[in-house]
């Protein structure tokens, strides 16, 4: 893995992103989100799981500042991250959502250059070092290649690579994402995580959104199961995705099985069980 610091948060944070007591919901409907509280750590993946329609999306955008916060905080050393204009927070949290369509062909390059914009003057002028850390993030997704090809032209998992180097370049202490693998075939999904979690290295701190409890063995160090509103389970992938808590959180018989592999350890499965199959026989 190239070591620059170039890759890293400008301001790799001493302190993690808390959140505290966060309700939020839409317009003048009821509350979606309800009093969550969370925490991520520096140089951790943190996955959030939740069957549809239980809250996970609201929760993203109330974070990004994209909802309004009906009570509740987020904090990162003090300071107040839904206070901060949109400019400041970029220096904190940088996003990658489930697709991503620019109405206008951009290049690859100027997709990722679009991550320097917090650092950029009132003229909007960028410096040779934004150009740097723009290349040595494409490099770092190895799509350099792709610099001067139209961004639209690109594959899905391609796109999702793209926009991983546009938030690196961003180089803020936090990455939130919203189900990043959507739309991809089962390789890119898997290559597009193993890039993510890379970028723990560098000191960031991510929070995904998934619906896929494989992505969650694969990729975090922390998962939170979600249900109406509300996180009712947090610790590691091993310990909270059981087969009783899957179960449960799906509505439907789920089954997790651990598997030694030689040369990865022991390695966990999520099967889902067919019912009908089972009372037949």
Known sequence: MKDSLMLRPRQIASSPLNVRGLVSGYEKGPDIVRKVSLTIRPG?????????????????????????????????????????????????????????????????????????????????????????????????????????????????????????????????????????TTSLDYGNQFRVLNQIRKLCAYGMGILMVTHDPAHCFHAADEVMLMEKGEIVKDASPAEVMTSDSLSGLYDLAVHVQGISLPHHGEQHVCIPLNSEKQSSE
């Open 44 to 180: 951790s993946f943190v996955a959030i799981l939740g069957a549809n329609g239980c809250g996970k999306t609201t929760l993203l955008k109330t974070l990004l500042g994209l909802l309004p916060a009906r009570s509740g905080s987020v904090e990162c050393g003090g300071t107040d991250i839904l206070s901060l204009d949109e400019k400041k927070r970029a220096l904190h949290l940088a996003y990658i959502p489930q697709a991503h369509r620019p109405p206008f062909p951009y290049k690859v390059s100027d997709v990722v250059r679009m991550g320097r914009t917090p650092y950029l003057g009132r003229m909007g002028i960028e410096k040779q070092e934004d150009l740097a850390v723009a290349h040595a993030c494409l490099e770092q997704v190895h799509m350099e290649c792709f610099a001067e090809h139209p961004y639209t032209k690109l594959s899905g998992g391609q796109k999702q690579l793209v926009l991983i180097a546009r938030a690196l370049a961003q180089q803020a202490s936090f990455l939130i994402m919203d189900e990043p």
